[in-house]
């Protein structure tokens, strides 16, 4: 029951960060701004994101590395299996920010690519 809900924490935050990006890219693209000032806009929003993402990561592995090494030996192991999930949470967040910003980019160039045509 346990590892269901787990899994199911994951999954949720994972749907949100996906979410997030994508309406933070939808209303950007909607609303009534010049090209540059948009990719301006999209970066700095890219960037903030990224900046937060590296520090969460950090934050969350120093402290699931100083519990690891407060806790008991039967209690280390645990503390090592929360720090592997956060780790893998991790790589997966940095994983979903690069897809993010691969899409950004190709949003950007075919918004760019729509103005030029018309």
């Not at 935050?13 to 010049?34: C, D, E, R």
């Not at 890219?46 to 590395?65: C, H, I, M």
Request: proline share 1%; hydrophobic share 35%.
């Amino acid at each position: 029951m346990s590892e269901v809900v787990e899994t199911n924490k994951g999954g949720l935050w994972l749907g949100l960060m996906i979410g997030g990006a994508v309406g933070a890219i939808a209303s950007l693209l909607v609303a009534p701004k010049a090209g540059s000032k948009l990719r301006q806009d999209l970066m700095s929003t890219y960037r903030t994101w990224q900046d937060k993402t590296k520090e969460l990561a950090s934050s969350v592995s120093e402290s699931s590395k100083a519990l690891a090494e407060t806790l008991s030996d039967s209690s280390k192991a645990l503390a090592e299996t929360v720090s592997q999930k956060t780790e893998d949470l991790v790589d997966t967040a940095k994983e979903t920010a690069k897809e993010s910003q691969h899409r950004v980019t190709d949003s950007i160039q075919a918004a760019k690519t729509t103005f030029q045509n018309n």
